[in-house]
T-cell receptor, first 113, second 111 residues
Framework: DAEITQSPRHKITETGRQVTLACHQT?????MFWYRQDLGHGLRLIHY???????NKGEVSDGYSVSRSNTEDLPLTLESAASSQTSVYFC????????????FGPGTRLTVL | GESVGLHLPTLSVQEGDNSIINCAYS??????FIWYKQESGKGPQFIID?????DKRQGQRVTVLLNKTVKHLSLQIAATQPGDSAVYFC??????????FGTGTSLTVIP
C-alpha cells in the first residue's frame, strides 16, 4: 500500500549539530510539506514543495532547509540545531497544488539538548 | 494572518452519546476545511472535509457543519466509541492556498 514514512521516529541531538529528518512517500504526490507541532500551537508550516526542484518557505522556516531532488523524498535539515527546535515534526503530502487533502506521516520527535 | 481556534480544549462524553467539537476561524475567504483526528504518538488522520459552498457534509458516523456567517465549523460524531478518543483539530485553507491548523480538542470517551 502507498504510504508516507518518516525517519527517525525519535532523535536526540545537541545544540549546534546539523540534523536531517527524512520523509518518503509512495503516493506519487506532487506536493510535500513539513510542519512542527508544539503545545499550545496548531501545526505550523516550515517548508513545502510543489514538485521536484521546487521549495518554498513557510511560516516558521528560519533555521530549516529542504531540498526536493525526486518526487518521493523531502528531507528537512536543521542547519545548527537549537533548543527552540525541540518539537514533533510531521511530513505531509498531497496530490495537487495546495488544494487537496494533506496526508500525514507518523512524526519525528526531536529533542535538542 | 489566519487564526484557527477551538472553543474547548477538552471534551468528555459517555460511550454511545454524540460528540460535538467546535472550531472558529478568522479568514472569511477560506474556501476549504478539514477535520483531522490525532491519536497519541501518531500523525493526524483525515476524517472529513467540506468546501465553502456547502453547509453540511456527512460521512460514516461523522458530520461537519459550516456556518460561514459566524465563521464556525463543527464536527459531530454519532454514537461515540472508545476508539474515538483522540485530539481533533480543524484546518482551513486560506491565503496562498496554505492550510492553517487549530490547536485541537482532546476527546475522551468514558466507557
Amino acid at each position: 500500500d502507498a504510504e508516507i514514512t518518516q525517519s527517525p521516529r525519535h532523535k536526540i541531538t545537541e545544540t549546534g549539530r546539523q540534523v536531517t529528518l527524512a520523509c518518503h512517500q509512495t503516493w506519487n504526490h506532487n506536493n510535500m510539506f513539513w510542519y512542527r507541532q508544539d503545545l499550545g500551537h496548531g501545526l505550523r508550516l516550515i517548508h513545502y514543495s510543489y514538485g521536484v526542484q521546487d521549495t518554498n518557505k513557510g511560516e516558521v522556516s528560519d533555521g530549516y532547509s529542504v531540498s526536493r531532488s525526486n518526487t518521493e523524498d523531502l528531507p528537512l535539515t536543521l542547519e545548527s540545531a537549537a533548543s527552540s527546535q525541540t518539537s514533533v515534526y510531521f511530513c505531509a503530502s498531497s496530490l495537487t497544488g495546495g488544494s487537496d487533502t494533506q496526508y500525514f506521516g507518523p512524526g519525528t520527535r526531536l529533542t535538542v539538548l | 494572518g489566519e487564526s484557527v481556534g477551538l472553543h474547548l480544549p477538552t471534551l468528555s462524553v459517555q460511550e454511545g452519546d454524540n460528540s460535538i467539537i467546535n472550531c472558529a476561524y478568522s479568514n472569511s475567504a477560506s474556501d476549504y476545511f478539514i477535520w483531522y483526528k490525532q491519536e497519541s504518538g501518531k500523525g493526524p488522520q483525515f476524517i472529513i472535509d467540506i468546501r465553502s459552498n456547502m453547509d453540511k457534509r456527512q460521512g460514516q458516523r461523522v458530520t461537519v457543519l459550516l456556518n460561514k456567517t459566524v465563521k464556525h465549523l463543527s464536527l459531530q460524531i454519532a454514537a461515540t466509541q472508545p476508539g474515538d478518543s483522540a485530539v481533533y483539530f480543524c484546518a482551513e485553507r486560506g491565503t496562498g492556498n496554505q492550510f492553517y491548523f487549530g490547536t485541537g480538542t482532546s476527546l475522551t470517551v468514558i466507557p
